[in-house]
């Protein structure tokens, strides 16, 4: 199991502000791409999503082997014009922890895809998707964090 570490202060205070901890632009996760995509209007498209994960770090599957531990989900708020109709996740690596080495976990390090399933409405979205995860090093685990992920819907 990680410990989650809660962080109150300044940023200086903060355990990802360590100097000893790799940073990554200011966030663990970071998408990567596309920015933008051209959908035929009214009908469910896929698209592939681009993230990585900072070195040294490991984000929760979907599907984590503990029910304590916080699932990584991508969500698509209603008002963009554009539907979310489903998301298909990669299976999570095997990870053990070194101060627990009989607990496997279930990660997602380096880069990874989300497989989704679109719905445009005719015209231009700019969607404020977001992505939800829970971020470890091979010590600690930090709060869940959301970060968002813009991506212009061309419904055609």
């Known amino acids: 199991m990680c410990a989650v570490v809660a962080s109150i202060g300044s940023p200086a205070q903060s ?13 663990i996760v970071e998408y990567l791409f596309p920015e933008q995509v051209t959908l035929p209007s009214g009908k469910p498209s896929t698209v592939t999503l681009h993230f990585r994960v900072a070195e040294g770090y490991h984000i929760n599957s979907h599907t984590p082997k503990d029910e304590s531990q916080i699932p990584t989900t991508f969500s698509v708020p209603e008002s963009y014009g554009v539907r979310l109709e489903s998301s298909s996740y990669p299976h999570g690596e095997d990870y053990t922890l070194p101060l627990d080495p009989d607990t496997k976990l279930s990660v997602y390090a ?21 992505l939800r995860y829970q971020a470890c090093d091979k010590s600690a685990c930090y709060p869940p964090k959301t970060i968002k992920v813009p991506i212009d819907v061309i419904g055609k």
Do not use: C, K, W, Y
């Open 110 to 130: 380096g880069e990874f895809t989300i497989q989704t399933r679109l719905i445009a409405e005719r015209g231009n979205h700019l969607v404020e998707a977001r």
């Open 15 to 27: 355990p990802l502000a360590d100097s000893n901890r790799p940073m990554f632009h200011g966030a």
